[in-house]
C-alpha cells in the first residue's frame, strides 16, 4: 500500500524478485513490437455502482472529492466499450488534487449482481485516499454511518506519523483513508491479484512497463486497518525505470495475499463493486495486435476499438489477473 515517496506511511518490505523482473530472451523478443504500445500513464480508475446518486453522497460529502463536468457525449461510449448496446449509463468523475480521475458508472436495464469481495480477495481492490484533514473525513463517515473495516473503529497510527482508516462505501468497496505527518491530498487504487508473476511477465512483454513483485511479508499496521490477522501479502508495482517514463504508475499496484482463506471474484463492467483500470498507450493497434497475440479476449463491441469524441480511440479488455483495464489512446 505504499508507493515511492510517500514517507514511509506504511511500512511494507519489498524484496526484489530478480526471476521475474529480468525476463528471458524469448520475452525480450516478444516486448520488441510492444514498444510501439508504450503505456504513457494512467487515464484514471472505474468504479462500478449499484446507484450513483447514494455513491456520490459518500465519495463527495464523506470523503470530499471534487466533481468535475463530464464531457458531452461521454457516456455513449460506454455501451459499446462494454459491449451492452441496450445498457443505460451514468457517469460522475471524481477527482483528489492532480492525482488520477475516479469515474463512478452506473449501469442500468442490464443484468447486475453486487459483488461483496473482501480486500484480499482476487478481484477485488482498495482505492486510497490521502487526505489532509482525517478528523474532518470521520466525523462525515460518523454522520452518514458508513460501516468502519478497521478493527477498533479508529485510525491506526502508521510510521513516519501517520494515520489511516478502512471505511467500506455503499457498495461495500474498501476505501482506507489517510492523513500523513504532512498532509496531502491524492487518489491511488491497489488490486488484489492470485499471481504476482503473471502481471509482470504480461506487462513487460506486451508493453514494456516493468515491474517489480515484492516478497510476501507481514502486514505490519494493515492486519489492524484491514482486520486481517495472519495475512501475509507481496506488492507488485512499477520499477523505477518505469516511473521515469510514466510517473503516475505510482499511484496503482498490484497485492497477492497468502496464509488467509480466498475467493476469487471476476466482476462485469455493469456489476457494481467491480474496479477498473484505465491506462493510455501510444499505439492501440500495435496494443490490439499484443493483447490478441497473447490469447486474450477484447470485450469492446465486436472486439474492435472505439472512436472518442474528439478523436482517439478505447478498448476494453481483461489482464490474465483477471484485472479489467481500459486502453485510451487520445
Known amino acids: 500500500m505504499t508507493r515511492p515517496g510517500r514517507a514511509?506511511?506504511?511500512?511494507?518490505?519489498?524484496?526484489?524478485?530478480?526471476?521475474?523482473?529480468?525476463?528471458c530472451r524469448a520475452a525480450q523478443a516478444a516486448a520488441a513490437p510492444a514498444a510501439h504500445a508504450q503505456v504513457l500513464g494512467i487515464d484514471g480508475f472505474w468504479l462500478s455502482v449499484a446507484n450513483l446518486d447514494r455513491s456520490l453522497g459518500f465519495y463527495r460529502n464523506v470523503l470530499g472529492l471534487s466533481l468535475e463536468p463530464e464531457p458531452t457525449g461521454a457516456t455513449a461510449l460506454l455501451p459499446d466499450l462494454t459491449a451492452m448496446p441496450g445498457a443505460r449509463v451514468r457517469?460522475?468523475?471524481?477527482?483528489?488534487?492532480?492525482?488520477?480521475?475516479?469515474?463512478?458508472?452506473?449501469?442500468?436495464?442490464?443484468?447486475?449482481?453486487?459483488?461483496?469481495?473482501?480486500?484480499?480477495?482476487?478481484?477485488?481492490?482498495?482505492?486510497?485516499?490521502?487526505v489532509t484533514d482525517l478528523s474532518?473525513?470521520?466525523?462525515?463517515?460518523?454522520?452518514?454511518?458508513?460501516?468502519?473495516?478497521?478493527?477498533?473503529?479508529?485510525p491506526v497510527a502508521?510510521?513516519?506519523?501517520?494515520?489511516?482508516?478502512?471505511?467500506?462505501?455503499?457498495?461495500?468497496?474498501?476505501v482506507a483513508i489517510s492523513q500523513a505527518a504532512q498532509p496531502e491530498t491524492s487518489l491511488q487504487m491497489s488490486f488484489t491479484v492470485a499471481a504476482p508473476a503473471t502481471m509482470?511477465?504480461?506487462?513487460?512483454?506486451?508493453?514494456?512497463?516493468?515491474?517489480?513483485?515484492?516478497?510476501?511479508?507481514?502486514?505490519?499496521?494493515?492486519?489492524?486497518?484491514?482486520?486481517?490477522r495472519g495475512a501475509q501479502w507481496a506488492v507488485t508495482q512499477a520499477t523505477p525505470r518505469a516511473l521515469a517514463?510514466?510517473?503516475?504508475?505510482?499511484?496503482?499496484?498490484?497485492?497477492?495475499?497468502?496464509?488467509?482463506?480466498?475467493?476469487t471474484y471476476s466482476g462485469r463492467p455493469q456489476d457494481p463493486g467491480t474496479p477498473a483500470l484505465s491506462l493510455r498507450v501510444a499505439n492501440m493497434p500495435a496494443a490490439l495486435r499484443a493483447i490478441r497475440a497473447a490469447g486474450l479476449r477484447v470485450l469492446s463491441a465486436a472486439g474492435q476499438p472505439i472512436p472518442l469524441r474528439?478523436?482517439?480511440?478505447?478498448?476494453?479488455?481483461?489482464?490474465?489477473?483477471?484485472?479489467?483495464?481500459?486502453?485510451?489512446?487520445h
Do not use: C
Open 158 to 174: 502508521l510510521p513516519g506519523g501517520a494515520h489511516g482508516i478502512v471505511l467500506l462505501d455503499p457498495d461495500g468497496f474498501y
Open 200 to 228: 509482470v511477465r504480461f506487462y513487460q512483454q506486451l508493453f514494456g512497463v516493468t515491474l517489480r513483485a515484492g516478497a510476501f511479508s507481514s502486514l505490519g499496521p494493515w492486519a489492524q486497518l484491514l482486520d486481517e
Open 245 to 263: 517514463d510514466a510517473p503516475q504508475l505510482r499511484d496503482v499496484q498490484f497485492i497477492a495475499f497468502r496464509h488467509v482463506m480466498r475467493h
Open 8 to 23: 514511509a506511511a506504511i511500512a511494507v518490505a519489498l524484496a526484489a524478485a530478480v526471476l521475474l523482473t529480468q525476463p
Open 310 to 329: 474528439g478523436g482517439g480511440t478505447t478498448i476494453l479488455f481483461r489482464d490474465p489477473a483477471g484485472v479489467l483495464v481500459d486502453l485510451v489512446q
Open 136 to 154: 474532518r473525513v470521520l466525523a462525515a463517515a460518523k454522520r452518514a454511518h458508513t460501516t468502519v473495516v478497521t478493527r477498533g473503529d479508529a
Open 91 to 130: 457517469r460522475a468523475t471524481l477527482r483528489e488534487g492532480n492525482g488520477p480521475a475516479l469515474q463512478l458508472v452506473e449501469f442500468s436495464l442490464v443484468p447486475r449482481r453486487v459483488l461483496h469481495p473482501h480486500s484480499i480477495d482476487p478481484g477485488a481492490a482498495i482505492l486510497e485516499v490521502g
